[in-house]
């Protein structure tokens, strides 16, 4: 082993759900959303300039800014974007978490927290989720050099309600708090309403499941001009242009059309209620999901054996070998008729699945 | 002041060359190339089909990295993609300088190696290019935690030989060695050829200068099965998905034209040349540029006078006040018709510009 080898960064990457491909499976693995971005982001890709993509993006993404801020009724200079809220969060445990202090999250949560801390040597500890997978502010009342709470949670889906959000911000005024609203727009009400009263609350959101943008990867942060700021000036430090040309005039154009919005949303959102009386019916157990996807347990047939008998029928759903987590499955709301697939398939396989 | 402020991550950012904006402008400051991207790339544009936005792209650009693969000869596992080589470079900076030793790079070259260093708190120490702005080898035949070299350097546009690159790499097999080759294609050789017989060689290049594609935000490294692991580990540790679907396809597209590559390079490369014999006529001293850009100096006329009087006229070139770049001015190679404009311009002001 040669010594540059000694100073290779030691690192356990995040692994991203499969991405099968070709037309006829079904995909309930990654959360994404089933219905096809807005018309105009439609047009405005027809109408693109390609001569503009010998020239770098404005480094400011002022034009997706601007979308945001008057979609959210906030100054410009209380929104920063990136490439994916991945590397909006990522970004903000670079430019927030230099305390020696550990940052806290809970136990069950995204994934991506600890990769994140350990990548940057950052401390942290893991308030365990309550036997209802709930979090209990409570537990984030103790020194700390940072807060995270993905709200809805994942892959629990269950939210906590804005006042218990509040309660751990107010409890926490020298730590930076970040709540990460990935699943916000299919329920609950956004941290974002706090953020006037709170300088040290950043909300983060994404494109990537009520936008169906997943594949432009476009995130970003809502705060104080004091958080924005700083992470800001650490974006400028590792990367001036995040975001390519199409991504700031698509992003643009899909915050436009609030209408199909939330039309999109509204369909999800009854397609999950369904979704949460039939799994129900077939004797599954169910949280109070307010996301896009179900987290569902069978109580005779084993989570791991509903997740092989979907691959082996090409329906993708995800399954986690983790603590706590290895009795259930994590189903993303499709269309109707994908889910109306996968009932009828369970329907049928789960008496063959349970155990006696 | 919160005690949250304290643990802000202290940076100076980088700052990019301003992006003024409308048609009657002549933009020679950031090196962009002045033709659009290959036929390739607004056909895939045209054909590109929007429902593939609600998917998470394909989190290894595998479609891209193919293309890569082929055209230089590499097989996929030695090569990596970025958002931009500051991408590449960023991540290649927190992947491989993990020692306590300072790495080195040249005390003129591109002025964002210190500010990732900055960021990641890594020590540095800049060896001074001579007094022709030339890099000497022996200047890196000393203790260090890795090495940076721009090759062709910016802002001068020298080329340092690649025997001389390889002595460089050779003394240094227990450090990373990251050779940055933004503007090869315009001139030199690669140090890709050393790859197989240094596994401590890291070649990073772009799609921004000779591919057309600033805008599309594309860069990539090669290297090493080990180097090019370390990277991969580290980006999947920070952003699963760093390159957006458009990226993916347009960037493979632009890679197959490699007719419109070399159509496009000897172009820019005829300007310049022609560049250096006007300047020269004009009374300017103009490096050796192996580039797509001119790095000159006048005799007479102060390079900040002359840089504020084309500013006036809408002709964008880049002014560093810097420690020995004061005097230089470093002008992008336009089209023939820019660059035609921009020499009448200045055959004319020079006379009002020099100093007695």
Redesign the interface.
């Known amino acids: 082993m040669?010594?540059?080898?000694?100073?290779?960064?030691k690192?356990?990457?995040?692994?991203?759900?499969e991405?099968p491909q070709g037309d006829l499976v079904i995909?309930l693995n990654?959360n994404?959303?089933?219905?096809?971005?807005a018309p105009g982001?439609?047009k405005a890709?027809?109408e693109?300039d390609?001569?503009?993509?010998?020239?770098?993006?404005?480094?400011s993404a002022s034009l997706l800014t601007k979308a945001l801020a008057d979609r959210y009724g906030l100054p410009q200079d209380q929104i920063f974007v990136g490439?994916?809220s991945?590397?909006v969060l990522?970004m903000a445990f670079?430019?927030?978490?230099?305390?020696q202090k550990p940052i806290l999250f809970p136990d069950i949560t995204y994934s991506f927290y600890p990769?994140?801390a350990?990548?940057f040597k950052i401390p942290y500890e893991t308030p365990a989720l309550d036997h209802g997978f709930c979090v209990d502010p409570k537990d984030y009342r103790r020194e700390n050099?940072?807060i995270v709470l993905a709200n809805p949670n994942a892959p629990t889906g269950i939210y906590l309600p804005i006042d218990k959000v509040e309660d751990m911000v107010r409890w926490n005024?020298?730590?930076?708090v970040i709540v990460d609203e990935a699943y916000i727009d299919f329920g609950g009400q956004s941290a974002r309403s706090l953020i006037d009263r709170y300088?040290?609350l950043l909300v983060v959101q994404t494109f990537?499941k009520s936008r169906?943008?997943?594949?432009?990867?476009i995130g970003f942060a809502m705060g104080s001009q004091?958080l924005i700021k700083?992470l800001?000036?650490?974006?400028?430090?590792?990367?001036?242009?995040?975001?390519?040309?199409?991504?700031v005039i698509?992003g643009a154009e899909a915050v436009k059309d609030e209408t199909y919005f939330c039309q999109t949303v509204a369909k999800i959102v009854k397609t999950r209620e369904e979704g949460k009386r039939r799994f129900t019916e077939m004797g599954f157990s169910c949280t109070d999901s307010q996301t896009n996807f179900l987290f569902v347990s069978h109580k005779k047939a084993p989570a791991r054996a509903i997740f092989e008998a979907l691959r082996q029928e090409r329906i993708y759903v995800r399954y986690f070998a983790a603590p706590r987590l290895e009795d259930h499955l994590r189903v993303s709301i499709g269309t109707d008729e994908e889910m109306e697939t996968l009932y009828r398939f369970l329907e049928k396989e789960l008496p063959n699945l349970s155990l006696r």
């Open positions: 040669k010594m540059w080898e000694d100073y290779i960064r690192v356990v990457p995040y692994v991203p759900g991405q995909k990654t994404e959303n089933p219905y096809p971005p982001v439609l890709l027809r693109m390609p001569d503009q993509f010998r020239r770098y993006p404005d480094p490439v994916g991945d590397d990522g670079l430019t927030f978490f230099n305390s990769v994140w350990d990548l050099g940072g005024q020298d730590s930076v300088e040290n990537s169906s943008m997943a594949g432009m990867r004091k700083a800001q000036d650490v974006k400028y430090s590792y990367n001036s242009y995040t975001m390519d040309y199409p991504s698509l």
